[in-house]
């Protein structure tokens, strides 16, 4: 089956950095999200992202936030200034059409630690 | 706004035995509900899904879930369940506007162990 790619799988970083964060969703696939999962808690919506621009996002998604599609197979989600609470698992998600009519394949995410 | 409730953070069962991970979920409207699991360090895999029709959905794994407006649940099931069942399970529910890209809500995932 194919899959979603995401790299690195462990990203450590000193607090006010940037980290950008990289993934490969399937290749026939329009839309692309990005969601986060803090240590103990649930998995939260972060932004999807369909031709080319931001379709839907969330309060967690702010300026420090953005994504991209630099090319006709990456979707990166950058951090421009880490802190602390940064530190999460991100997973990056990737679907043929809209969430409501098919599922979502899951990368098996970046655990993104900011010391 | 729409949320997911799962009232059980941890839950042990014998090996064999029957499951049953409660979901509940709060949505104004018809809700596309779904169930994923994650093993240890690996991703979310999707098991079953509910979008309309048949209120009991049949998934990978032996797993199925039952939707039940009334009540506003959809329990995920295994009638035995195998030590690599062991993982954190997540209910969630989507929408779709019709613009597209509408994000998940998950809950917060029951913990699910084994125990031989």
């Known amino acids: 089956e194919p899959e979603v790619t995401q ?15 990289r993934c490969v969703p399937i290749s026939n696939h329009l839309y692309f999200y990005w969601y986060r ?6 998995v939260e919506f972060l932004v999807s992202f369909y031709n080319n621009e931001i379709s839907e996002k969330s309060e967690i998604f702010d300026d420090q936030f953005s994504v991209e599609r630099p ?11 880490t802190k602390l609470e940064d530190s999460a698992m991100y997973f990056c998600a990737s679907s043929p059409t809209g969430v409501g009519n098919e599922k ?3 990368g098996s995410g970046t655990q993104l630690s900011v010391l | 706004a729409q949320s997911v409730t799962q009232p059980d953070i941890h839950i042990t069962v014998s090996e064999g035995a029957s499951l049953e991970l409660r ?8 809700p596309y509900l779904f169930w994923y699991v994650q093993s240890p360090g690996q991703g979310l895999q999707l098991l079953l899904k509910y979008f309309s029709g048949d209120t009991l959905v049949q998934g990978i794994k032996g797993f199925e879930a039952e ?3 009334s009540q506003s649940s959809f329990n995920l099931r295994k009638p035995s369940v195998h030590w690599s069942d062991a993982a954190e399970y997540f209910c969630a529910v989507g929408t779709y ?7 998940l ?12």
């Open chain 2, 97 to 103: 506007s019709g613009g597209g890209a509408d994000g």
């Open chain 1, 7 to 21: 790299t690195p799988s462990h990203q450590v970083t000193q607090m006010g950095q940037e980290v950008i964060l």
């Open chain 1, 37 to 42: 999962q803090i240590l103990g808690q649930k």
């Open chain 2, 67 to 69: 939707f039940k407006r």
């Open chain 1, 104 to 106: 979502l394949f899951f």
């Open chain 1, 71 to 81: 090319d006709g197979s990456n979707f990166t989600l950058k951090i421009r200034s």
């Open chain 2, 23 to 30: 979901c509940n979920y709060s949505y104004g409207a018809t």
């Open chain 2, 105 to 116: 809500t998950f809950g917060k995932g029951t913990h699910l162990i084994i125990q031989p």
